[in-house]
């Protein structure tokens, strides 16, 4: 719950950081919609990332225990 929780904080900050640059260039309705859009795409992106990292280390640290 406390991970979902973080994933959905950080999907928040992009959009906040996202919707008014957008606002510049287009109108309410589709800044809003183009910045949950790559805000997902970037949480996802993240998620991904993460995990590689995450299963990269634990090879690392199983070679080392060899």
Do not use: E
Not at 5 to 34: A, E, K, N
């Amino acid at each position: 719950m406390i991970y979902f929780s973080f994933m959905f904080g950080v999907w928040l900050v992009y959009v906040g950081s996202m919707f008014p640059i957008f606002l510049l260039f287009m109108s309410l309705g589709q800044s809003l919609h183009v910045a949950m859009i790559v805000a997902s795409v970037l949480t996802f992106l993240f998620i991904i990332i993460q995990r590689t990292f995450r299963g990269l280390h634990l090879i690392n640290q199983l070679q080392k225990n060899i």
